[in-house]
Antibody, heavy 124, light 111 residues
Framework: EEQLVESGGSVVQPGGSLRLSCAAS????????MHWVRQAPGKGLEWVSL????????YYADSVKGRFTISRDNTKNSLFLQMNSLKTEDTALYYC?????????????????WGQGTTVTVSS | QSALTQPASVSGSPGQSITISCTGT?????????VSWYQQHPGKAPKLIIY???KRPSGVSNRFSGSKSGNTASLTISGLQTEDEADYYC???????????FGRGTTLTVL
């Protein structure tokens, strides 16, 4: 069974940093682009970042550009999101998400596996 | 890149059909055949139900169908069932600077 398990969410003060992790299993992690998608409490989904299957193509939403860094370790089947200069508006449930098609980078062929999310709360 | 526009809510009775619209621009839906739809039940992670405008993943009911015309994509659910009550989000490829943009979401109520 394809599975994604996020961790690292916590309560942090504005201006602080946090590193999220996502452990993948049940599929060949190195073949798929991966995303972070977040959902603020009671709000809709917001795409945050994408990293290509080989780590060579990286994209960010304007709202996090310059503050967040996505990375992956294909030897450990893991995805990461380093979040710096956190703002109250970054408070959300952060989902780790897998692309449906292997070896695709940017075009949207669907995101077919979602973790259960990890909660980030930015508050003083 | 602004969020795609969806109605906040739609409703229907069991057995009926409903359509949820998703309006973008010529920079996203209007140009690319990369629109996907997600279903999210309360407290659960989203689930992919449509990709590439009109394709269904294995295991998704054929009561769900998708289409696109101009800058607007649509999700149609036929033969409404109580378990279809959920939030629905569209998502589009929006170019190489913003690979994904979601709609604001639509809450479906099955009366």
């Amino acid at each position: 069974e394809e599975q994604l398990v996020e961790s690292g969410g916590s309560v942090v003060q504005p201006g602080g940093s946090l590193r999220l992790s996502c452990a993948a299993s049940g599929f060949t992690f190195a073949d798929y682009s991966m995303h972070w998608v977040r959902q603020a409490p009671g709000k809709g989904l917001e795409w945050v970042s994408l990293i290509g299957w080989d780590g060579g193509n990286i994209y960010y939403a304007d709202s996090v550009k310059g503050r967040f860094t996505i990375s992956r370790d294909n030897t450990k089947n893991s995805l990461f999101l380093q979040m710096n200069s956190l703002k109250t508006e970054d408070t959300a449930l952060y989902y780790c998400v897998k692309d449906r098609s292997p070896m695709m980078v940017v075009a949207d062929y669907g995101m077919d596996v979602w973790g259960q999310g990890t909660t980030v709360t930015v508050s003083s | 890149q602004s969020a795609l526009t969806q109605p906040a809510s739609v409703s229907g009775s069991p057995g009926q059909s409903i359509t949820i619209s998703c309006t973008g621009t010529s920079s996203d839906i209007g140009t690319y055949k990369f629109v996907s739809w997600y279903q999210q039940h309360p407290g659960k992670a989203p689930k992919l139900i449509i990709y590439e405008v009109s394709k269904r993943p294995s295991g998704v009911s054929n009561r769900f169908s998708g289409s696109k015309s101009g800058n607007t994509a649509s999700l149609t659910i036929s033969g409404l069932q109580t378990e279809d009550e959920a939030d629905y989000y569209c998502c589009s490829f929006a170019g190489y600077s913003t690979p994904r943009v979601f709609g604001r979401g639509t809450t479906l109520t099955v009366l």
